[in-house]
């Protein structure tokens, strides 16, 4: 079963560092997501993409967070410099629908401890 | 935009009771209400969703019922087992004009918990 896949699994940096995150959805999903989510919470969208386009990255801090998707396949978000608050579970995410609903297939997220 | 709230934040209940988690939304203009099960240190995976033009679904021991009046989307969990011990997420899709996304707001989670 093709599946969603994040690297690194685990990351820690200590702050004013920078950290990227890589994402590999699954083929032939247009739609890919970075998520957020901070122990005891649910997942905050940072940014959306529909094939190399960014659709929605109202929640993510521009000033230190940046995500692209290049050839509309796979992802880096990166984080830099990166502060103690930003210590979180990244969640990459994809869908093949375009028409506002549809299932997301997330991958094993990546987690970031900063120090 | 969209504020979507869980209650209870934890749920004990015994081995083949059944569980209940509520979900409230704010946007009127949401349409789709899925709900995500992530146990501990793994992904979360989709387990059951609904659409506002339907009020419930089934889906073998889960279901979920939907009041737009009232905003709110619900969890049914029948003949519980230890399997089912997790976080469960509630999502609504607001309506946001000019994307044609599915743009998701999720809830905090609610842990169940199945006491064998």
């Known amino acids: 079963e093709a599946e969603v896949a994040q690297s690194p699994r685990y990351k820690i940096t200590e702050k004013s560092q920078a950290v990227a995150f890589w994402c590999d959805p699954i083929s032939g999903h247009a739609t890919l997501y970075w998520y957020r989510q901070i122990l005891g919470q649910g997942p905050e969208l940072l940014v959306q993409?529909?094939?190399?386009?960014?659709?929605?990255d109202s929640q993510l801090p521009k000033d230190r967070f940046s995500a692209e998707r290049l050839k509309g396949v796979d992802s880096t978000l990166k984080i830099q410099p990166a502060e103690l608050g930003d210590s979180a579970m990244y969640l990459c995410?994809?869908?093949?629908?375009?028409?506002?609903?549809?299932?997301?297939?997330f991958g094993e997220g990546s987690r970031l401890t900063v120090l | 935009g969209e504020n979507v709230e869980q209650h209870p934040s934890t749920l004990s209940v015994q081995e083949g009771d059944s569980a209940v988690i509520k979900c409230t939304y704010s946007d009127s203009a949401s349409n789709y209400f899925p709900w995500y099960k992530q146990e501990l240190g793994k992904r979360p995976q989709l387990i059951i969703d609904i659409r506002s033009n339907v009020g419930e679904k089934k889906d073998q021991r889960i279901a979920v019922t939907l009041n737009k009046t009232a905003k709110h989307f619900s969890l049914h969990i029948t003949e519980t087992q230890p399997e089912d011990s997790a976080v469960y997420f509630c999502a609504a899709s607001p309506r946001v004009m000019g994307y044609g996304n599915n743009r998701l707001a999720f809830g905090k989670g609610n842990q169940v918990v199945v006491i064998p």
């Open positions: 993409f529909q094939d190399e386009s960014v659709v929605d």
């Open positions: 995410a994809s869908s093949s629908g375009t028409s506002g609903t549809g299932e997301l297939f």
